[in-house]
Nanobody, 128 residues
Framework: QVQLVESGGGLVQAGGSLRLSCAASGRSFSGRTFSRSAMGWFRQAPGKGREFVASISWSGGSTDAADSVKGRFTISRDNTKSTVYLQMNSLKPEDTAVYYC????????????????WGQGTQVTVSS
């Protein structure tokens, strides 16, 4: 059974930084291993739908990010640790949300929310 466990959320002042981690476990990601799965981050603010934040290919060679976070957030992964990261800099109050990790067959699918597995989420709160 696949498990995605996020960590690193918390309360930070505007302009600050946080680094989210998502540790993956499980023998099979829909027939693939973690190192062959694309990974991504989504977020959901109170009263809003879940929105795409960033994604990364299985090799780490390709990434994608929402316009709202480009230049501020960076996604990366360490396949030796089965972990994906989201470095968030220059945080704004509008970044406040629950952040979710996700796994998919291809990183291009994540922007379309075609996801095989979701994590439980970690809260990020940015104060003004």
């Amino acid at each position: 059974q696949v498990q995605l466990v996020e960590s690193g959320g918390g309360l930070v002042q505007a302009g600050g930084s946080l680094r989210l981690s998502c540790a993956a476990s499980g023998r099979s990601f829909s027939g693939r291993t973690f190192s062959r799965s694309a990974m991504g981050w989504f977020r959901q603010a109170p009263g809003k739908g879940r929105e795409f934040v960033a994604s990364i290919s299985w090799s780490g060679g390709s990434t994608d990010a929402a316009d709202s976070v480009k230049g501020r957030f960076t996604i990366s992964r360490d396949n030796t640790k089965s972990t994906v990261y989201l470095q968030m800099n220059s945080l704004k109050p509008e970044d406040t949300a629950v952040y979710y990790c996700a796994a998919a067959g291809d990183y291009s699918l994540l922007r379309s929310r075609i996801v095989d597995y979701w994590g439980q989420g970690t809260q990020v709160t940015v104060s003004s």
